[in-house]
């Protein structure tokens, strides 16, 4: 028993059309079923549309008046499925309701978790009348979600999957266009099947898609980023507080020998628990939130520590290069960098691990 998710927006002329053949499809391959159509009011006659078709097919309409957006409308049709399979498509006919059975059929006898209609699978097509443009955006977005899933075209809007395999409402933050980007990435799908279709533009109504949902994209991305790797964000606050602590470092370094007049070799060794303590006391404000008042004393020598393990890594690989690999003889400051680079992500290990451990709120971080 299927559950067909069709989010309509200013669909009028393709309410109809689109309802009565997804519904011939799968009474002739033998589902029940039931259509649910997602609007966000779009007062084009869409209810006096449905009004009339409910009398001929398994039909609901869900009009939604706050949130517009297509995420949150397949999350409300999906919320309302009676049955225990859903399939998620579009209204203007780009995906094919003939691919339907196959589909469903993947997900009751290959057990598959997960169905993805796929452009981009060998037997799958995009239109043929899209652009350099469109294709290029196409693919740099799948390119870009890469690092999230292995899956070829998440990006696509025609999925199947069982309802009682939603992820949970209280970690889905539907932005935008990519409802199954969001399903896969969140849920725990372990078997993800793609079946190719040919994906046809509209030939009735308008995209909805437009440059608002191009950003909502990379929102969405950033979102998804951190959600599968919560670490990115602290890591990227511990680089911009190391950044902060070199310029320190430097300017301590300079100033003590200008003003003070102290010897450089002094100076170099003062500046560094300047900067040290200054990275440890922003690292506790900003990077590892912490909300004991316990013992900063004992938490702010083991910063020096992990700075010292992380500095003596930097220093350690720096020299190494530089002395025994003959490019980087030629290249000191590619050494330079590649010793900061691993001096930073040791110093950073460290301090997740050890010096701000217990103070850590992960599970924070992840919204
Ligand atoms: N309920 C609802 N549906 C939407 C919204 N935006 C788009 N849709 C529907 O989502 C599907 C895909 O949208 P479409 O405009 O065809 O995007 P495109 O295929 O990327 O050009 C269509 O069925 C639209 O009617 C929205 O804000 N709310
Ligand atoms: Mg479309």
Request: proline share 4%; net charge positive; glycine share 6%.
């Amino acid at each position: 028993m299927i559950s067909v998710i069709i989010p309509v927006y200013k669909e009028a002329e393709n309410i109809a059309p689109i309802s009565s053949e997804v519904s011939r499809v799968l009474s002739s391959a033998g589902f029940k079923h039931e259509i649910i159509l997602v609007d966000d009011n779009s007062k084009d006659g869409t209810k006096k549309i449905c009004a009339s078709l409910v009398k001929t097919l398994p039909l609901k309409l869900i009009i939604r008046k706050k949130n517009k957006g297509l995420a949150p409308s397949v999350i409300k049709g999906i919320e309302n499925a009676a049955y225990d399979i859903i399939i998620v498509m579009d209204a203007d006919f780009s995906h094919p309701p003939s691919a339907l059975p196959k589909i469903i059929n993947a997900l009751l006898k290959d057990k598959a978790d997960f169905v993805i209609g796929s452009r981009y699978i060998k037997g799958g097509a995009i239109d043929k009348n899209w652009g350099f443009f469109r294709r290029i955006n196409s693919k740099a977005a799948t390119l870009l979600a890469k690092p999230l899933t292995k899956v070829k075209d998440p990006m696509s809007g025609f999925f199947c999957f069982y309802k009682k395999n939603m992820p949970d409402k209280k970690i889905l933050s539907p932005v935008g266009y990519k409802i199954c980007l969001e399903i896969i990435t969140k849920g725990n799908f372990l078997n993800i099947k793609e079946i190719p279709i040919h994906f046809t533009d509209r030939s009735q109504g308008k995209s909805k898609f437009g440059l608002k949902e191009q950003f909502n994209f990379i929102l969405h991305l950033i979102k998804l980023y951190l959600f599968l790797y919560p670490n990115i964000k602290q890591f990227m606050l511990f680089s911009a507080v190391g950044a902060s602590g070199f310029v320190i470092d430097l300017s301590v370094y300079i100033g003590l020998q200008k003003l003070f007049n102290v010897n450089h070799i002094l100076a170099r060794g003062l500046s560094f628990w300047a900067a040290a303590s200054s990275n440890w006391a922003l690292n506790r404000k900003i990077t590892f939130k912490t909300k004991t008042k316990s013992s900063k004393l004992k938490q702010w020598a083991s910063f020096l520590i992990a700075s010292l393990l992380g500095f003596s890594a930097n220093f350690g690989i720096y020299y190494l290069l530089t002395g025994y690999v003959p490019f980087f003889k030629k290249h000191l400051i590619a050494a330079f960098i590649i010793g900061i680079s691993f001096g930073l992500f040791i110093n950073f290990i460290l301090s997740a691990s050890f010096v701000f451990k217990k103070k850590m709120m992960r599970e924070k971080l992840r919204n």
